[in-house]
């Protein structure tokens, strides 16, 4: 500060020509600015800067005024002072001569350097001029200012600057080293190692060269170099710079291809703010690979998600091959797959396809079929030397996939006896499919295809068979016939499993085209054999049974129903019954009625009961037992009131009061039957037979009094009613379909409430039904359904429930089958009513009742296939009830037993449950096979990839999860609920896992 008081002196002396009261105010001027100097040069910048200011306001001296304003703006730097800048600023512009102006913009700049304020340091020395700075000052100025530039960014000019004091003694060593870490950032390490080792000596930068140097060794290939520089470092206390040093050692053995020795500092190495990328978990994953350490290689490499590059694609493919060394194939087939997408490194692609291609072959692929990911295999790699070997795998593979319906498009036109061998494989399986589903009209177009490629002659032989059991199906029993006649003369048959009950089918087709002396012939041939069904055998005891009776064999009727009885699941109830009847038509009336009394005590619940006690009347009847026969008309009445054979019962009731002359009585009865059962058969027998009471007591009047208010009977066109309908019936009976149909139609319009009604709605509703016009056999069978109980009804009910249920008509159908549940006498029937009620109600979302029915149905049912659709929807019904306990031991029953959709649905909901368990292991192992046997049926498959995805998330192998999420997402849109919950898995997989993993986009950013 010498040099400002000497010219400010030097100004006082210039004007020692002013009078002596302006040299007294300079004087207290100089004065005050002396020390106002010294409280700046204390660092007292607050009062300092108030006298400065002082000054330069009392004064009209411009040197003066530029003095203190230079003094004044400097001290707001130093106090940080908002208008700091400004004060500086308004200096430079209101004294642009001043001496200062250079000096103002060294020392704010020098001030911000000295407080590492960087940014503020460039900015003023920006403004400096070089020129003017004095020789002693500028290589303190090249440094500042170059160290500024470093810090704010500007490399290129803090280059320039270091350089020019690089060779300073006082700041070359500084310099040096600054530009050596520039240069070390910049990825130029020759440069770097080259100034790092000019100052390599200097204690200050040391151990911090020692790290870099190690790096730079490890940057440029000297990997042993950097080993040996970074080994006697590993007792630093810095836990930061330690876990750096482990990395350096790490990679460099890594690099030397020395894995095991490079496994202990990789894994030392803590990561960037405690987060790895995929980088280190591919180097350590991969050292583990190479040495055989295949679990903890996995446990590497798949943390590396969300990687697209060649590390990455490497990582993959070694994934794959680990995973396939610990024999998790499922998880290597994702993993090559990812691998195979990616196009870095070309021959890692085509391997890795080769492997996601055997792999899809071997336990089937959930993204897409079999065939498709061979297919594409050979046509991306026509010159491969597996070339021949994936092709024979593609042909097996389209029967293998089971995915039958696309195989068949894939195939459809391809020459070549093996895709013509495959094609026909592929559509009898997919007929057997839709067999099993009920679907009899396609299966059959699907049989037909089959056959249409007879190159398996196995394949040929069991297409016959089921071809012919489609049509058994679909009651045409002429064809059904012809087709098990063809199967029997085929050389083959005999070696395949349709074979055994191949007597049992044809004389059951025989049985429906009435020919029951073959039916028994057959039936007796098939239980000749050994066959381990036993349900099979029983039936076919009963049946053969049927046919003797029929026939009128009775002996070797009762023999057969005996026999019958021996099988558990055989109706024991209708063989007693259909037995005592044989005793009755073999003249022993005795036995007859015996056993129609003990069948009555016996099978207390049995449909038949009404008819034994029907039938055990007309026997007493016959037997001239009148009190036994009324006695057991009264049963039937009073314990059966719906049933068919009250009408009968009642009308035979009367005949006997009147053939005993109890006319009052008879009278009574047949009134009953003819206003209650209306149309009947029996009402048109007791108008006739009550017209001859009337007579014979001498009331003519009364009957035609009576008779009026009966609105079926027309006494005068009885006759002409009777004519018209034998006349329909004829055509009827001789199989003249449509003219049966236009008779019974015009009938039907003359006499639309005639003696005949009823049973001319029901012909015509059998004919329409065997026509295949269920809509017009509609209105035909509600007739008999809504007229009283008669021997149509149930038959009836039977065909409108089928036709309502088909139409999917579930408010219609509802009542039809409550009252078929309730009224029906055969089991079948009932049996029928409660499996579609349950079905309707499932419909109708009353889950509730749809599984009380399922319930009912799987503990009563012997029919397979109303006891798996019993299971299904009580599995699903329990799933909407929330009743899951239920629902999951009943989909894992199902899981075993079941095919097609309902299997694939089966073996989704036993992995869902096992997942919810806890048990992720087993439950990855249910879908493993669900992707592999039913992988056609596209929503399970997508539903089970997210459950998969879950269980490899629990497992802690992102990879997999979050690989499974995203092919999730991309193969299956047409889920959109699967892909929203698919979508949200995997954003709360990688929130969790960017946590650890740097390299991971969670989109949150």
Same mark, same amino acid.
Not at 114 to 124: G, H, I
């Given at each position: 500060?010498?040099?400002?008081? &000497?010219?400010?002196?030097?100004?006082?002396? /210039?004007?020692?020509? +002013?009078?002596?009261?302006?040299?007294?105010?300079?004087?207290?001027?100089?004065?005050?600015?002396?020390?106002?100097?010294?409280?700046?040069?204390?660092?007292?910048?607050?009062?300092?800067?108030?006298?400065?200011?002082?000054?330069?306001?009392?004064?009209?001296?411009?040197?003066?005024?530029?003095?203190?304003?230079?003094?004044?703006?400097?001290?707001?730097?130093?106090?940080?002072?908002?208008?700091?800048?400004?004060? *500086?600023?308004?200096?430079?512009?209101?004294?642009?001569?001043?001496?200062?102006?250079?000096?103002?913009?060294?020392?704010?700049?020098?001030?911000?350097?000295?407080?590492?304020?960087?940014?503020?340091?460039?900015?003023?020395?920006?403004?400096?001029?070089?020129? &003017?700075?004095?020789?002693?000052?500028?290589?303190?100025?090249?440094?500042?200012?170059?160290?500024?530039?470093?810090?704010?960014?500007?490399?290129?000019?803090?280059?320039?600057?270091?350089?020019?004091?690089?060779? &300073?003694?006082?700041?070359?060593?500084?310099?040096?080293?600054?530009?050596?870490?520039?240069?070390?950032?910049?990825?130029?390490?020759?440069?770097?190692?080259?100034?790092?080792?000019?100052?390599?000596?200097?204690?200050?930068?040391?151990?911090?060269?020692?790290?870099?140097?190690?790096?730079?060794?490890?940057?440029?290939?000297?990997?042993?170099?950097? *080993?040996?520089?970074?080994?006697?470092?590993?007792?630093?206390?810095?836990?930061?710079?330690?876990?750096?040093?482990?990395?350096?050692?790490?990679?460099?053995?890594?690099?030397?291809?020395?894995?095991?020795?490079?496994?202990?500092?990789?894994?030392?190495?803590?990561?960037?703010?405690?987060?790895?990328?995929?980088?280190?978990?591919?180097?350590?994953?991969?050292?583990?690979?190479?040495?055989?350490?295949?679990?903890?290689?996995?446990n590497e490499f798949n943390k590396i998600i969300d990687g697209r590059n060649s590390v990455a694609q490497n990582a993959y493919y070694h994934l794959g091959e680990s995973y396939i060394n610990l024999d998790k194939k499922s998880e290597a087939l994702n993993a090559f797959r990812n691998a195979a997408q990616m196009d870095f490194d070309l021959k890692i692609k085509e391997d890795a396809w080769l492997n996601y291609a055997k792999l899809s072959y071997d336990i089937g692929n959930p993204y897409q079929s079999v065939p498709q990911v061979l297919t594409q295999y050979l046509d991306q790699y026509p010159d491969s030397s597996f070339f021949s070997e994936i092709e024979v795998l593609l042909i097996d593979s389209y029967i293998s996939s089971k995915n039958y319906e696309e195989a068949l498009v894939l195939l459809k036109g391809k020459s070549g006896f093996e895709n013509k061998l495959a094609y026909q494989k592929a559509a009898f399986y997919r007929g057997l499919e839709l067999y099993n589903e009920l679907n009899f009209s396609v299966a059959r177009d699907f049989f037909k295809k089959s056959l249409s490629e007879p190159r398996d002659p196995i394949i040929n032989v069991r297409a016959t068979f089921w071809l012919a059991e489609t049509d058994y199906n679909l009651s045409d029993f002429n064809e059904a016939l012809i087709g098990f006649k063809q199967f029997s003369g085929m050389s083959s048959s005999p070696s395949t499993e349709e074979f055994q009950g191949l007597n049992y089918h044809i004389a059951y087709t025989y049985f429906k085209l009435k020919d029951y002396e073959n039916a028994t012939m057959y039936f007796q041939k098939y239980l000749e054999q050994n066959d381990d069904n036993q349900m099979r055998r029983g039936d076919a005891f009963l049946r053969l049974g049927d046919g003797y009776f029929v026939t009128s064999n009775y002996s070797k009727a009762i023999d057969a129903y005996n026999e019958s009885t021996s099988f558990r699941d055989v109706e024991s109830d209708y063989a007693a019954f259909q037995s005592a009847m044989s005793y009755g038509y073999m003249g022993d009336i005795d036995t007859k009625t015996r056993s129609l009394e003990q069948f009555a005590n016996r099978y207390k619940n049995s449909a038949l009961?009404?008819?034994?006690?029907?039938?055990?009347?007309?026997?007493?009847?016959?037997?001239?037992? +009148?009190?036994?026969?009324? &006695?057991?008309?009264?049963?039937?009445?009073?314990?059966?009131?719906? /049933?068919?054979?009250?009408?009968?019962?009642?009308?035979?009731?009367?005949?006997?009061?009147?053939?005993? /002359?109890?006319?009052?009585?008879?009278? /009574?009865?047949?009134?009953?039957?003819?206003?209650?059962?209306?149309?009947?058969?029996?009402?048109?027998?007791?108008?006739?037979?009550?017209?001859?009471?009337? +007579?014979d007591i001498g009331q003519v009047d009364d009957y035609a009094r009576w008779v009026r208010r009966l609105d079926f009977v027309e006494v005068t066109d009885a006759e002409l009613d009777n004519t018209s309908y034998l006349a329909a019936e004829k055509q009827y009976i001789d199989g003249n379909t449509d003219k049966a149909i236009k008779q019974f139609n015009s009938y039907l319009n003359s006499f639309p409430e005639g003696i005949h009604a009823l049973k001319s709605h029901f012909y015509l509703a059998q004919m329409y039904y065997q026509k295949d016009l269920p809509d017009s056999a509609l209105e035909y069978f509600e007739y008999v359904v809504n007229a009283p109980k008669n021997e149509y009804s149930e038959q009836s009910a039977v065909r409108l429930g089928e036709i309502l249920l088909n139409n999917k008509n579930w408010d219609a159908a509802l009542p039809v089958l409550e009252n078929l549940e309730k009224n029906a006498d055969y089991p079948q029937n009932i049996?029928?009513?409660?499996?579609?009620?349950?079905?309707?109600?499932?419909?109708?979302?009353?889950?509730?009742?749809?599984?009380?029915?399922?319930?009912?149905?799987m503990n009563s049912t012997k029919d397979e296939q109303i006891k798996r659709d019993a299971q299904i929807i009580l599995a699903r019904s329990s799933m909407q009830l929330g009743d899951e306990d239920t629902a999951a031991v009943v989909y894992k029953a199902l899981a075993k037993s079941s095919s097609g959709s309902i299997a694939a649905e089966s073996l989704y909901f036993k992995a869902y449950f096992e997942n919810k368990s806890n048990d992720h292991e087993a439950s990855n192992k249910t879908l493993q096979g669900l992707i592999k046997d039913y992988s056609s049926y596209k929503e399970f498959s997508a539903k089970g990839l997210v459950v998969m995805a879950k269980n490899y998330a629990a497992l802690n192998d992102a990879f997999q999860a979050t690989y499974i999420l995203e092919s999730v997402l991309e193969n299956f849109q047409d889920f959109p609920e699967v892909t929203g919950q698919a979508k949200q898995e995997l954003t709360l997989i990688k929130s969790e896992q960017s946590k650890t993993n740097s390299s991971i986009e969670t989109g949150e950013n």
């Open positions: 500060m010498r040099l400002n008081f &000497s010219i400010f002196l030097a100004l006082l002396i /210039s004007l020692s020509v +002013i009078d002596a009261q302006e040299s007294a105010i300079y004087t207290s001027h100089l004065k005050d600015y002396q020390k106002a100097i010294t409280l700046y040069n204390n660092n007292q910048y607050k009062a300092a800067q108030s006298l400065f200011q002082s000054i330069g306001d009392g004064s009209s001296d411009r040197q003066v005024k530029s003095e203190c304003a230079y003094y004044v703006a400097n001290c707001a730097v130093r106090l940080n002072q908002r208008n700091a800048d400004d004060l *500086i600023e308004g200096f430079v512009e209101n004294y642009p001569t001043s001496t200062k102006r250079n000096m103002a913009f060294m020392d704010v700049a020098n001030y911000y350097f000295q407080n590492s304020q960087y940014t503020y340091a460039k900015k003023w020395f920006d403004k400096v001029d070089e020129l &003017s700075i004095d020789r002693r000052e500028i290589d303190k100025f090249y440094f500042e200012y170059g160290y500024s530039l470093y810090k704010t960014g500007d490399e290129r000019k803090a280059n320039k600057y270091l350089k020019r004091v690089s060779d &300073s003694q006082l700041y070359g060593s500084q310099a040096k080293y600054y530009l050596g870490y520039m240069a070390y950032e910049g990825d130029d390490y020759e440069s770097a190692s080259d100034y790092f080792d000019q100052v390599s000596g200097d204690r200050k930068y040391q151990q911090k060269l020692a790290y870099y140097q190690a790096d730079l060794n490890f940057k440029l290939g000297k990997f042993q170099e950097a *080993i040996d520089l970074v080994l006697p470092q590993l007792n630093t206390r810095d836990k930061r710079q330690l876990s750096e040093l482990n990395k350096i050692i790490g990679e460099s053995y890594f690099n030397l291809e020395k894995y095991e020795e490079a496994i202990p500092y990789l894994q030392s190495y803590e990561g960037k703010k405690g987060q790895w990328n995929n980088t280190d978990f591919y180097q350590l994953g991969y050292a583990y690979y190479k040495q055989k350490d295949y679990e903890s290689a996995v009961r009404d008819d034994a006690f029907y039938e055990l009347g007309n026997t007493y009847v016959k037997s001239n037992e +009148i009190p036994q026969a009324l &006695s057991n008309y009264e049963k039937l009445i009073d314990q059966y009131p719906n /049933s068919v054979f009250v009408p009968k019962a009642l009308l035979r009731q009367g005949l006997v009061f009147y053939n005993s /002359s109890q006319n009052d009585k008879a009278l /009574s009865q047949f009134k009953s039957v003819a206003e209650n059962y209306p149309r009947s058969e029996e009402a048109v027998q007791a108008v006739a037979t009550a017209r001859l009471i009337y +007579i049996q029928f009513a409660k499996s579609n009620l349950m079905k309707v109600y499932y419909q109708m979302e009353n889950f509730s009742l749809s599984k009380t029915y399922a319930s009912q149905l």
